[in-house]
């Protein structure tokens, strides 16, 4: 089975500087990855994802994340964050031949942008 | 544009009164998904149909019940809420198990509070 760890429950940065969120999964088998953000009292909305290809992955609002096979590792990265970046960034999982296994979670990081 | 709507945004019940939350979708996707997700915590699968297929996680009390009349539709019922079942209620679809071709989609949530 598929396990998901954020490193990191919380994370604080300071506006304009640099931030990495970390996500390490275990899986036998090879997996897809995402990116997942959650404002306040909104649902998820996905940032980015790692399929297949290319390791560098690159998603919206100036995120992106690489895919480390031999670390297991998945981490997500922006060079200069935003107030509006304030929010929680889940790390899910996923085989690719998922059959009836739905999407995997980490517990969250919370990203808080300090002006 | 297609999404998925939930409604209501919140909902406040009354302890032991039954309420239900829904969840419609314009995507026309076969999986539809009803997670938990208490404060501060990842997001907890409930149960998932593939069409009118239902999947209930084992660990899902009996209190927690859903219904799929259509391919646009899906509600999830609490017979009995209790103080435990405050959280942020969240549906989600996708076309096919393959949650990586195709993703997730969420809608805003249902923030449920017990009093």
């Known amino acids: 089975a598929q396990s998901v760890t954020q490193l990191d429950s919380q994370v604080p940065v300071f506006e304009e500087a640099p931030v990495e969120l970390r996500c390490n999964y275990s899986?036998?088998?090879?997996?897809?990855l995402f990116w997942y953000v959650q404002y306040p009292n909104q649902g998820l909305q996905l940032l980015l994802k790692y399929l297949s290809g290319s390791t560098l992955v690159k998603g919206i609002n100036g995120f992106e994340a690489e895919f480390n096979k031999s670390q297991t590792s998945f981490h997500l990265r922006k060079p200069s964050v935003h107030i509006s970046d304030t929010a929680e960034y889940f790390c899910?999982?996923?085989?690719?031949?998922?059959?009836?296994?739905?999407?995997?979670f980490g517990k969250g990081t919370r990203l808080s942008v300090i002006a | 544009d297609a999404m998925v709507i939930q409604n209501p945004r919140y909902q406040v019940t009354q302890f032991g009164k039954p309420v239900t939350l829904s969840c419609s979708q314009t995507?026309?996707?076969?999986?539809m998904y009803w997670y938990q997700q208490k404060s501060s915590q990842a997001p907890k699968l409930l149960f998932h149909?593939?069409?009118?297929?239902?999947?209930n996680e084992a660990d899902t009390p009996d209190n927690f019940q859903s219904r799929r009349p259509n391919t646009s539709f899906c509600f999830l019922d609490i017979r009995s809420p209790g103080l435990g079942d405050a959280a942020m209620y969240l549906c989600?679809?996708?076309?096919?198990?393959?949650?990586?071709?195709?993703?997730?989609?969420f809608g805003s949530g249902t923030r449920l509070t017990v009093v």
């Open positions: 989600a679809t996708s076309r096919d198990w393959a949650a990586g071709d195709y993703g997730y989609t």
């Open positions: 899986s036998s088998v090879s997996v897809y």
């Open positions: 995507l026309n996707h076969n999986v």
């Open positions: 149909y593939y069409d009118k297929d239902f999947n």
């Open positions: 899910a999982v996923s085989p690719p031949n998922s059959g009836n296994t739905p999407l995997v």
